[in-house]
């Protein structure tokens, strides 16, 4: 089983409609959790963090966690094509990020 | 704020040879930084944590006698690919985390891709 899962996609959803991410984690000790963007050929960019269970918002960016089910989520409303770019979910681990393999998304005009 | 460089963007070498990496914490000072390997299609892998002014830890499986990691400054490490071969031809990225704020939050150079032929 791997440390962090995520679906690698491709997801496709319309301009305007809501994108929902989802990762799922082993290890029951860990306490942050992280969402990144990236653009093809660029390096991460940090868009949310979230630390303790339930809900997380910013801007058009929800960020869930639920650490009983060792679940993470990202939902992004509104979605536009500049949305289009890999999200990687990342989990701390004893200092250390352990990334899942990201989802590619596409957001369609 | 939280603003990390790196040099160069990019690089072409020769079988054979060193290729010197540079990451800056631009505005803040960073006793640890993270150097990650991304190969096209896969996610992040960390290589090693530098640590300033000690030795750097490897992960398992990256070699420590080829990937050299030297953390001389709070605001600079540098990572070294001796012996360069094809296989090594990577996007490689680091890491740092700003001394204030969220204590695991990392952020991101923008990354040296690296072609060894």
């Known amino acids: ?109 | 704020g939280a603003v990390v460089s790196q040099h160069p963007s990019w690089v072409i070498c020769k079988s054979g040879t060193s290729v010197k990496i540079e990451c800056r914490s631009l505005d803040f000072q960073a006793t640890t930084m993270f150097w990650y390997r991304q190969f096209p299609k896969q996610s992040l892998m960390l290589m090693a944590t530098s640590n300033e002014g000690s030795k750097a830890t490897y992960e398992q499986g990256v070699e420590k006698d080829k990937f050299l990691i030297n953390h001389a400054s709070l605001t600079l490490s540098t990572l070294t690919v001796t012996s360069a071969h094809p296989e090594d031809s990577s996007f490689y990225i680091c890491s740092a985390t700003p001394p204030r704020g969220d204590a695991y939050e990392q952020y991101f150079g923008p990354g040296t891709r690296l072609t060894v032929t």
């Open chain 1, 1 to 109: 089983q791997k440390e962090v899962e995520q679906n690698s996609g491709p997801l496709s959803v319309p301009e305007g409609a809501i994108a929902s991410l989802n990762c799922t984690y082993s290890d029951r000790g860990s306490q942050s959790f992280f969402w990144y963007r990236q653009y093809s050929g660029k390096s991460p960019e940090l868009i949310m963090s979230i630390y303790s269970n339930g809900d997380k918002e910013d801007g058009r960016f929800t960020a869930q966690l639920n650490k009983a089910s060792q679940y993470v989520s990202l939902l992004i409303r509104d979605s536009q094509p500049s949305d289009s770019a890999t999200y990687l979910c990342a989990v701390n681990q004893g200092g250390k990020l352990i990334f899942g393999q990201g989802t590619e998304l596409s957001v369609k005009p």
